[in-house]
């Protein structure tokens, strides 16, 4: 199994297919990197590097109790990164994983990447404020974790309905991919799943945004 050690000893599993021009992927919340296995078989038969890692508490990463924020998840896409000494990457991020991808160019700049795709993504900040009208109210996310405490497998059942739009009958299973939401959610503790909601909405405005638009504008970087 491919691991790389980051500085605070946390396990971080990656995949790497195919050989070309990088692109990375970053996955959404509570998913792995066997969200993008689509994305990546396409582009690795088509002349591209695929590779894509599983955030810390999910997958096959170690499941940290400490680290599980936009912080450390971009130094932990830096680690991935450095260690497979990627340069001109294309970084791709869904949902959480956009966060991940913004909060990268905040902290670690533009050196090794060519562009960023933020898909869905949670940046700048989700959270209802007066500088953020348009965000969701902080019961939302308190009423996430209180479901997630009392009955962590019917939470996940829930995620996925809208997740991707499956609906189904009652007494039947959930159906494809809605179902691996589920198998997945469960494969991380619920200390991570409760802690990395900071990461989510409680810590700011995200500083890639604004480097991703300096980068647009051509000011320098």
């Known amino acids: 199994m491919s691991t790389i ?40 038969q088509n002349g591209f590097r695929a590779v ?22 971009a130094d932990d896409l830096a680690a991935v990164i450095e260690a497979l000494d990627l340069k001109n990457a294309t970084l791709v991020g869904h949902s959480t994983g956009g966060g991940e991808v913004a909060r990268y160019i905040g902290r670690h700049g533009t050196k090794r990447v060519a562009k960023a795709v933020l898909v869905s993504a949670v940046p700048p ?36 309905k809208p997740f991707y739009g499956a609906k189904p009958a009652r007494g039947e299973g959930l159906p494809g991919d809605a179902g691996a939401v589920l198998a997945v959610g469960h494969a991380g503790r619920p200390q991570e799943r409760l802690r990395e909601h900071q990461g989510i909405f409680g810590d700011g405005p995200d500083r890639g945004l604004e480097a991703l638009r300096r980068a647009d504008a051509g000011a320098p970087r």
């Open 5 to 44: 050690t980051t500085r605070d000893g946390t396990e971080i599993y990656y995949k790497d297919w195919g050989s070309g021009p990088v692109v990375t992927f970053s996955h959404g919340w509570p998913l792995s990197s066997d969200a993008w296995d689509g994305q990546m078989l396409f582009l690795a």
């Open 52 to 73: 894509a890692h599983d955030r810390r508490g999910h997958g096959r990463s170690s499941q940290a109790s400490s680290g599980n924020d936009m912080n450390g998840y």
């Open 125 to 160: 900040i989700m959270l209802k404020s007066a500088t953020n009208p348009e965000g969701l109210p902080m019961e939302v996310f308190d009423n996430l974790r209180r479901d997630l405490v009392n009955d962590r497998s019917q939470f996940y059942k829930d995620l996925a």
